[in-house]
Nanobody, 124 residues
């Protein structure tokens, strides 16, 4: 199970930190990702992190502004979002990557578990 939290409304230029609490599987053995979706559009992959946290990937649209991290002792995934823009408004999902596919995440991400999402709204 994946449960996201931390979403909300923020002004442009502001920051938010999303969290995803994982349970029911060995979190430390799973490559993880964040995905977002806006109404009328397909899911957009945002970021990914490997099991140990030492390798990260970002979509060009968020590179330099968002930081993905994880705490395997707490079974929690994070997404620190800075310099938020109105176009970052979306429902953000935590997702578990299919094993051994993280090297494809920037072109063909594949997921086998999703959370319920947390809404992020960036507006003045």
């Amino acid at each position: 199970q994946l449960v996201e939290s931390g979403g909300g409304m923020v002004q442009p230029g502001g920051s938010l930190r999303l969290s995803c609490a994982a349970s029911g599987f060995t979190f430390s053995s799973a490559d993880m990702s964040w995905v977002r979706q806006t109404p009328g559009k397909g899911p957009e992959w945002v970021s990914a992190i490997n099991t140990g946290g030492g390798v990260t990937y970002y979509a060009d649209s968020v590179k330099g502004r968002f930081t993905i991290s994880r705490d395997n002792a707490k079974n929690t995934l994070y997404l620190q979002m800075n310099s938020l823009k109105p176009e970052d408004t979306a429902l953000y999902y935590c997702a578990r990557l299919v094993p051994d596919t993280i090297v494809l995440v920037t072109t063909s991400p594949m997921f086998d578990a999703w959370g319920q999402g947390t809404q992020v709204t960036v507006s003045s």
